[in-house]
């Protein structure tokens, strides 16, 4: 299975502690050289710089081209270059949650999932409690309608 990711889930996985559900739902994950780039800029914390620096042996970094297209211009440089690279690897999945990234993914036929898609699934595998998840996600900035979170949990 190819699983592409964006930036701000692997982030996101790594404050809440839980980067380590990625490997057990997915066996390994690519992500673009521009992603990886992101995630040890000066900007991101040091906890993600760390990270990146030394990536675990599931981690796969790949270099692409981004062709100019009007669509991926109204994205930053990461979801382009992760839309790119999940369609040059004909993925069967790629990890966004930004909702213009979304759109256009699915316009080009990518099979997507986002970061509380992730969480559910990893709680229907018993990896983590939903409901402590998504308060831990909510603590570090994520925002998410609270219906939503009310529905998936209400769901699981």
Do not use: H, N
């Not at 701000?8 to 057990?24: D, F, T, V, W």
Request: proline share 4%; hydrophobic share 55%; net charge negative.
């Amino acid at each position: 299975m190819i699983v592409v990711s964006d930036t701000s889930p692997i982030c996101y996985l790594l404050l809440m502690g839980q980067i380590g559900i990625l490997k057990e739902l997915y066996g390994a994950v690519v992500i673009p050289q521009v992603v990886a780039d992101e995630l040890s800029a000066f900007e991101s914390s040091a906890l993600v710089q760390d990270w990146i620096a030394e990536p675990p042996d599931w981690l796969q970094v790949y270099t692409v081209e981004v062709s100019p297209a009007v669509t991926l211009d109204k994205l930053d440089p990461g979801e382009q270059a992760a839309i790119a690279l999940a369609e040059e690897l004909a993925a069967d999945l790629i990890i966004l949650d930004d909702k213009a990234a979304r759109q256009i993914a699915r316009d080009r036929g990518l099979k997507l999932i986002g970061l509380l898609g992730i969480l559910k699934a990893a709680a229907s595998r018993g990896l983590l409690d939903l409901e402590l998840a998504f308060e831990q996600l909510q603590s570090y900035g994520f925002w998410v309608a609270p219906a939503l979170l009310a529905r998936l949990l209400r769901d699981d």
